[in-house]
T-cell receptor
């Protein structure tokens, strides 16, 4: 079993829909990262959080340390949000989930 | 704008060639990392370095070596490229100590034929 599990693996939605991507982990962590990877490969760090909730524009990330679970939400989704979203947890090292491929259709 | 720059976006090399992948960061970060990314496997750590001339093996170091002669530059070396090293390679850096933020490069897609 992977230490970091993301769901769903693939998600297709219509523009404007509310999107939720989930991340569960099985190891003790000091922080959790949400990353975005567009076609072409470059990775951008969206959030780093160790408790509670963070918001940046239309993106919201939450974490429940007791349940070892985090969610990334996108409100009013747009085709430019189409990307792979990766959850990574920081314990002794950074461990990555396999990513969620999000496609937003116009 | 702070950056991690990887020297090539796409590379095609022949089996048996020695391959150098270069990564440069301008943020004075102590830590630098090399990952490879493969479908279904996510990102896996090859090597990392927490200081000049220091290196540590990651999860999949076999077939690779690294060099960090200057703080800003971390090189990944494939001594004798093989087809199973065809992959996307990503470099990242972070501050040392308690800082946890990572900055990633744009990636190098290497094809070994």
């Amino acid at each position: 079993k992977n230490e970091v599990e993301q769901s769903p693996q693939n998600l297709t939605a219509q523009e404007g829909e509310f999107i939720t991507i989930n991340c569960s982990y099985s190891v003790g962590i000091s922080a959790l990262h949400w990353l975005q990877q567009h076609p072409g490969g470059g990775i951008v760090s969206l959030f780093m959080l160790s408790s509670g909730k963070k918001k940046h524009g239309r993106l919201i990330a939450t974490i429940n340390i007791q349940e070892k679970h985090s969610s990334l939400h996108i409100t009013a989704s747009h085709p430019r949000d189409s990307a792979v979203y990766i959850c990574a947890v920081r314990g002794q090292k950074l461990v990555f989930g396999q990513g969620t491929r999000l496609t937003i259709n116009p | 704008d702070v950056k991690v720059t990887q020297s090539s976006r796409y590379l095609v090399k022949r089996t048996g060639e020695k391959v150098f992948l270069e990564c440069v960061q301008d943020m004075d970060h102590e830590n630098m990392f090399w990952y490879r990314q493969d479908p279904g496997l996510g990102l896996r750590l090859i090597y990392f370095s927490y200081d000049v001339k220091m290196k540590e093996k990651g999860d999949i170091p076999e077939g690779y070596s690294v060099s960090r002669e200057k703080k800003e530059r971390f090189s990944l070396i494939l001594e004798s490229a093989s087809t199973n090293q065809t992959s996307m390679y990503l470099c990242a850096s972070s501050l040392g100590g308690l800082s946890l933020g990572y900055t990633f490069g744009s990636g190098t897609r290497l094809t070994v034929v």
